[in-house]
């Protein structure tokens, strides 16, 4: 079974800061991808980034990056630059292999001005 | 922006009541989901299609069925709402992963269901 972590509710930035949001997982299964979803008031659900489990290199778009470390099982999401539409709800996702997805709680983000 | 529309979106209804909600796609995607959405618990998933007449129960499939007929539209159904059924409930579709497509969800834009 796969198990995501997200141990932030909620989160302040300064705009023009970076943030980054905590996201551990837990998955015996050796292929599996890391996705992360931004949800603003709004509602819906916005796809922002995914992270392979063989990709060597951290995956990047735009202002987003994933902060990738296989061994300790955790995929960071780092927002660079914050603006304040950055504010939201983010929720990190893994799916293994052949299996559903898994979400985290999510973590709230607000961007102070 | 995946085709994905979601009726209705806002429904009240009382408790004991059927109560239907509909997912429609245009992207052909073979995959299907309900989740519902409740504070501190994320996206829980309810029921996935992998195919026409192909459905299946996720981790919180007590009191809600499904149906697809059609390879686009996919019905969740309570067959008698219940107060603890209040949620947010979204559709979402996806594809196999493949060389160039990650396999993300494509989520509707939810359907907020009140049972009171």
């Known amino acids: 079974a796969q198990k995501i972590t997200q141990t932030q509710p909620g989160m302040f930035v300064q705009e023009k800061e970076a943030v980054t949001l905590d996201c551990t997982y837990d998955?015996?299964?050796?292929?599996?991808?890391l996705f992360w979803y931004k949800q603003p008031s709004s509602g819906e659900m916005i796809f922002l980034i995914y992270?392979?489990?063989?990709?060597?290199q951290n995956a990047t778009e735009g202002r987003y990056s994933l902060n990738f470390q296989k061994a300790r099982k955790s995929a960071n999401l780092v927002i660079s630059a914050s603006q304040l539409g950055d504010s939201a709800m983010y929720f990190c996702?893994?799916?293994?292999?052949?299996?559903?997805?898994?979400f985290g709680p999510g973590t709230r983000l607000s961007v102070l001005p | 922006d995946a085709g994905i529309t979601q009726s209705p979106r806002h429904k009240v209804t009382e408790t004991g009541t059927p109560v239907t909600l509909r997912c429609h796609q245009t992207?052909?995607?073979?995959?299907m989901y309900w989740y519902r959405q409740d504070p501190g618990h994320g996206l829980r998933l309810i029921h996935y299609?992998?195919?026409?007449?192909?459905?299946d129960k996720g981790e919180v499939s007590d009191g809600y069925s499904v149906s697809r007929s059609k390879t686009e539209d996919f019905l969740l159904t309570l067959e008698s709402a219940t107060s603890s059924q209040t949620s947010v409930y979204f559709c979402?579709?996806?594809?196999?992963?493949?060389?160039?497509?990650?396999?993300?969800?494509?989520f509707g834009e939810g359907s907020r269901l009140t049972v009171l």
């Open positions: 996702a893994i799916q293994a292999y052949g299996q559903n997805f898994v």
């Open positions: 998955t015996s299964d050796q292929s599996y991808g």
């Open positions: 299609s992998y195919g026409v007449k192909d459905t």
């Open positions: 992207e052909n995607h073979r995959y």
């Open positions: 992270q392979g489990s063989y990709d060597e």
């Open positions: 979402a579709i996806s594809e196999s992963p493949t060389g160039t497509n990650t396999g993300e969800l494509f």
